[in-house]
């Protein structure tokens, strides 16, 4: 199969370089890896954000990214790239030329709309069947940032026109469902594949990061406010109150010191969180840092928390999974799937320090509960979150939107015989 991945603002070599990855990043770059092992032709679309980028990065033998000219060649935030998907749209029909692809798939909505553009081009009437995975829906950070949403307005109304023009939806977990349903969308044309996690890196085994205190948490992820690392903030001082004093609470994620300067202003806002509650000597914020050290900093932690507002898929659970370390996490979007219940880690309700506090406590006072949890959370991980399982449901969704693109094609073509 000739397959076209379209990613606009999260380049694949991002993930491959480390420490500029995000969740789609890492998604597109792994899927897109498992996907050509499995001998299929993969090509990844992504907007040109840098003058120096080459126009085509060959990465294996049969997976390449092509860097397209939309917009300025340099960093644009990715709520301000709607007005050049029109662009981007030209630079993959024109790679394509009369070779087009089995199967285009986009990721998140704008990648969508350059998808659906592309895929519609050519005198032959005929459309390049089109997958869709969203990575976040727009209704749901509208629910939950309110007035802090940066999403161009024009969002509210084209995403769902990309959920019902795409020929088949990959919904990352069973919560996404309802809410494109909400959206009128119909579930019949929507498949499940969740993200994966990489098994080769991220494992039980090998060696784990020194910790300066008896006990250490872990928070990982970007510093946004959704990402409710100030609840953990916040739990610290309950975990003292329960005779749980010496605990370290390692946050990886957003510039490290650049908190202290005021550069970051997330990170400065929770380090001033840390100090008026008295537990800045507990707190360590070390920054972004390449993936490939990240497991012994996994293995090191007694329990990772995901505490987010709202999260659509989430990747750190499964890498601590992997790693066999129990999650708290908040009972939000794909964790509710991901993280089971007293089974692999244990939930939370969301923006709740007094239950995270409470879930902690219970975990760092039974080390046998964490690593039955640990244990449960690793063979959970490598049954059922496999890229090589990911790739072979994704390989499903295109044969589906594939076979259904031919029926469209074979009933025009009846009705216009019968004209």
């Given amino acids: 199969m000739r397959i076209s991945m379209v990613s606009e603002h999260a380049s694949p070599l991002a993930a491959l370089g480390g420490v500029d990855a995000g969740g789609q990043n890492v998604h597109v770059a792994a899927l897109s890896t498992a996907l050509s092992r499995r001998g299929h032709h993969v090509t990844v679309y992504t907007r040109r954000d840098a003058a120096d980028l080459p126009a085509r990065v060959r990465i294996m033998p049969r997976l390449e990214v092509v860097h397209v000219d939309a917009g300025p060649a340099k ?66 950070k509208r629910r939950h ?11 509210e109304w084209l995403e769902p026109y990309v959920g019902r023009a795409a020929d088949r939806i990959i919904a990352t977990c069973s919560d996404e469902v309802f809410e494109l349903k ?12 969740p993200c994966g996690v990489d098994l080769d890196l991220f494992s039980a085994t090998g060696d784990s990061e020194a910790r300066p205190r008896t006990y250490r948490i872990l928070s990982v992820g970007r510093l946004v406010p959704r990402k409710g690392v100030d609840l953990v903030i916040q739990a610290l001082p309950l975990l003292r109150a329960a005779g749980f004093d010496d605990v370290e609470l390692l946050i990886v994620g957003g510039e490290g010191d650049a908190a202290v300067t005021g550069a970051d202003p997330e990170g400065s806002r929770l380090m001033a969180l840390a100090e008026e509650l008295g537990v800045a000597n507990q707190v360590s914020l ?93 063979k959970r ?32 073509h009846m009705k216009g015989a019968a004209l």
């Fill in 286 to 378: 070390r920054g972004q840092l390449p993936r490939e050290v990240m497991p012994g900093i996994l293995r090191s932690a007694d329990a990772v928390v995901c505490t987010p507002w709202y999260e659509p898929f989430g990747i750190v659970p499964l890498e601590a999974m992997a790693c066999g370390v129990p999650v708290v996490a908040a009972a939000v979007g794909g964790l509710r799937d991901t993280v089971v219940d007293r089974k692999t880690g244990l939930h939370v309700p969301p923006k709740d320090p007094e239950a995270i506090a409470a879930a902690v406590a219970e975990l760092l006072g039974a080390p046998g509960l964490r690593s039955d949890l640990g244990k449960a959370g690793e």
């Fill in 381 to 412: 991980a490598r049954s059922r979150y496999s890229w090589d399982r990911v790739a072979a449901e994704s390989e499903k969704a295109y044969q589906q939107a594939m076979a259904g693109n031919a029926a469209s094609r074979e009933l025009e």
């Fill in 75 to 140: 960093h644009v935030p990715k709520d301000e790239l709607l007005p050049f998907m029109g662009k981007l749209a030209d630079g993959i029909a024109k790679d394509w030329g009369s070779r087009r692809p089995d199967v285009v798939h986009g990721h998140f909505w704008m990648s969508g709309l350059a998808s659906l553009d592309a895929a519609r081009r050519g005198d032959s009437g005929l459309h390049v069947p089109m997958v869709q995975t969203f990575h976040a829906l727009g209704t749901v």
């Fill in 182 to 193: 909400a959206m009128g969308i119909n579930t019949g044309k929507i498949s499940i594949a």
């Fill in 145 to 155: 940032q309110g007035s802090q949403d940066t999403s161009p307005a024009e969002r």
